[in-house]
């Protein structure tokens, strides 16, 4: 008399596993020494019986689930039953993770059209997603706490502008894609003084200085700590004498 009850599991996809399709292949394996009887078995998927779905064979069973079986987003249930040919029961249940979407990503640091003139700059944002993300920004691993991300000391080299690229990838393979443009500006304003000429003398208790400024950024112009008025490349300021 054969009192042991067959084995019987999921391993496909693996108990805890995030897929990014809704039409995976399920495959149960089941085992007893005396074997089973493939008559008995059933596969409950969420509920639903979709035994009928399967291709049986001696020591597993599977079936690729179409649009017509096609799952939802978010946790899946796999119920499987077999008995063997003794009358003895096995039964066994395994979840794992649907999740087609890509991860929702953010740029907030550095800021749009923003200018340095550094070497290595810190790169931060969000990132949002029903699985856990990693995150690389032009290939260097960043940091991923709670919903933000931040890659410290990505290289931006020579300029004079650099795409940022910030990739992010969830647990399921699905892949985001964002890029940030920096411009890089390691060279000093050019500029010129026409207003007051050198040497000259000044009788009055305020002095209008004024001249011309050029360079690959916005430039700010202060004359003696008093900010100057720069338009079209020409700066003006009165500061007192």
Known sequence: ???????????????????????????????????????????????????ALFTKGATEAFATLDASSALPQGMVEVTSTIRDVGGNTAASTSSFV????????????????????????????????????????????????GSSFTATNVPIGSGPDVDLVVLATDAAGNTARLSRVV?????????????????????????AVSGTVSDASVVVVRVNGVSAAVADGTFTATVPA
């Open 98 to 145: 649907v999740d087609t979407e890509m991860p929702a990503l953010e740029i907030v640091q550095p800021g749009l059209d923003q200018y340095t003139s550094a070497t290595v700059i810190d790169v931060g944002g969000t990132v949002t997603d029903a699985s856990p993300a990693s995150v690389t920004v032009n290939g260097v691993d960043a940091s991923v706490t």
């Open 183 to 207: 411009h890089v500006d390691r060279d000093a304003p050019l500029m010129q003084v026409d207003r007051p000429a050198a040497g000259a003398f000044i009788s009055s208790a305020a002095i």
């Open 1 to 51: 008399m054969d009192g042991t009850a067959p084995s019987i599991e999921t391993i496909e996809p693996p108990p805890g596993r995030f897929i990014n399709t809704t039409t995976p292949t399920i495959r149960v394996q089941y085992h007893d020494r005396d074997g089973v009887d493939l008559s008995t078995l059933r596969v409950l998927i969420n509920g639903v019986d979709r035994s």
